[in-house]
């Protein structure tokens, strides 16, 4: 008797919910939203949030070895930025109804996924160049589209990450501006750093939309508002005279501009690299997560601490648990 | 004590970007209590030195309004359309209205 009057209010929130996208309208935290839109942005944001805490890992591998105090001050600066940036993520995703020690605790049982790039080594300094220039290059393509997505929380927390992005990938840029009008061996540093991030930052995009199972759906609900072989191309488009400009080649023979699509043409991903690296096999998979679970262990002592300290100062209007 | 792992408070982040300017929301963090709150919203929401004043509240004292009803709630002030001065018709080339 209860099952029809309830289907039908489902279906009409639904088709409400519907049309609200299709009117481009901003979907906030208390709005009524289907259950598969809810757990596909956890799932999207969360995975954000956790590529940003990790993203800390490859490049504080370098930051007591920055060549000059100068650009250990920025390099911590960066790294501090992605904290900042997986916080603003992870405070968007908990509007959701999920909780904070829920997610961390997903990430660090190793149920959760985080951007492939992230488990590749920084094996010198110039990595600090690429990765800027590279990976925070590829992803300001990719929030500047996530900034106009559907969810208001995960929207607002791209425009805010967005603007700091820019800092990351000129810095990044500098250093390898500098380093390729530096000496021989540091131009040949920066070409082989240039070598082994370029194809890794291509499949940090996603994979291809052919193979891309949550794509159409994200498209649809206007999460995503680019397939990820579009943004892709962006990338592409936009680091190929970036690359000129500073005397490096991107390592792909096939790599040229098309008159005809306006575009550059490029060869073949190894996606077997990729979905390797996603299943859990790249070359620092374990090192990363190993890095986590030490940092969240011996960070107990602490939240232990403040949370005594809480205790013994708590005032009623104050209370902390 | 080991209750480490429970959950602490979620608070929400109001920032003024400059003098004069209001206090809007920024995000929200999770602390202990209020004196780690303000410093972790520091930490996150004012790196770049463009915030000249902050509040923290905790999240579970925020009262809002119905988002399902948003309709009914607000329509009192939508309704009276003779609030706004586009309504009143005043003689044609007259300046300084």
């Given amino acids: 008797m209860d099952q029809q009057p309830q289907n039908t209010t489902e279906e009409a929130l639904n088709a409400k919910f519907e049309a609200r996208i299709a009117a481009g309208e901003t979907i906030e935290p208390k709005d009524w939203m289907p259950e598969r839109y809810r757990t596909q942005l956890i799932r999207m944001m969360s995975q954000h949030a956790h590529s940003e805490v990790v993203g800390m890992l490859p490049e504080g591998n370098w930051i007591t070895r920055a060549p000059s105090l100068k650009r250990e001050m920025v390099l911590i600066s960066k790294v501090q930025d992605e904290a900042g940036h997986g916080l603003y993520i992870y405070c968007g995703t908990e509007t959701l109804g999920v909780d904070r020690a829920e997610l961390v605790d997903q990430l660090l049982s190793g149920r959760a996924k985080?951007?492939?790039i992230f488990n590749y080594p920084t094996l010198t300094w110039a990595d600090m160049g690429v990765i800027g220039w590279f990976v925070d290059g590829a992803a300001i393509v990719n929030q500047t589209v996530l900034a106009k997505a559907s969810y208001g929380p995960y929207a607002r927390a791209m425009i805010r990450i967005c603007k700091e992005e820019n800092f990351h990938k000129k810095q990044g840029y500098e250093i390898i501006a500098t380093l390729a009008k530096g000496t021989p061996e540091q131009k040949a540093m920066a070409q082989g750093a240039v070598n082994r991030w370029w194809w890794p930052s291509l499949m940090m995009l996603g994979p291809s939309d052919t193979n891309s199972p949550n794509t159409a759906e994200l498209m649809r609900w206007r999460v995503k508002r680019k397939t990820n072989d579009e943004l892709r191309q962006r990338f592409i488009d936009l680091t190929v005279p970036q690359?000129?400009?500073?005397g490096l080649t991107l390592p792909d023979p096939?790599?040229?501009?098309?008159?005809?699509?306006?575009?550059?043409?490029?060869?073949?991903?190894?996606?077997?690299?990729?979905?390797?690296?996603?299943?859990?096999?790249?070359?620092?998979n374990r090192e990363r997560l190993q890095a986590r679970r030490d940092a969240h262990e011996n960070g107990r002592w602490v939240r232990e601490a403040a949370e005594a300290y809480a205790a013994k100062h708590s005032s009623p209007a104050q209370s902390a648990a | 004590m080991t209750s480490n792992e429970t959950q602490w408070p979620l608070w929400e982040v109001f920032t003024q970007k400059d003098d004069g300017s209001p206090h809007e929301h920024a995000g929200s963090v999770h602390a202990?209590?209020?004196e780690m709150a303000l410093q972790n919203a520091r930490d996150v929401y004012g790196r770049r030195g463009n915030v000249v004043s902050m509040w923290?509240?905790?999240s579970a004292m925020i009262t809002a309004s119905p988002s399902d009803q948003a309709?009914?709630?607000?329509?009192?002030?939508?309704?009276?359309?003779?609030?706004?001065?586009?309504?009143?018709?005043?003689?044609?080339?007259?300046?300084?209205?």
Avoid: M
């Avoid at chain 1, 690359?243 to 500073?246: F, G, L, S, Y």
């Avoid at chain 1, 550059?264 to 070359?283: L, M, R, S, T």
């Fill in chain 1, 114 to 116: 985080y951007s492939s």
């Fill in chain 1, 243 to 246: 690359a000129d400009a500073v």
């Fill in chain 1, 254 to 284: 096939d790599l040229k501009f098309n008159p005809e699509t306006q575009h550059y043409d490029f060869g073949a991903i190894n996606w077997d690299e990729f979905w390797q690296v996603v299943k859990g096999n790249g070359p620092c």
């Fill in chain 2, 32 to 34: 202990a209590d209020a």
């Fill in chain 2, 56 to 58: 923290v509240v905790p």
């Fill in chain 2, 71 to 97: 309709g009914p709630f607000f329509e009192p002030g939508a309704e009276k359309i003779y609030r706004h001065p586009q309504f009143y018709k005043i003689p044609r080339g007259l300046k300084g209205f």
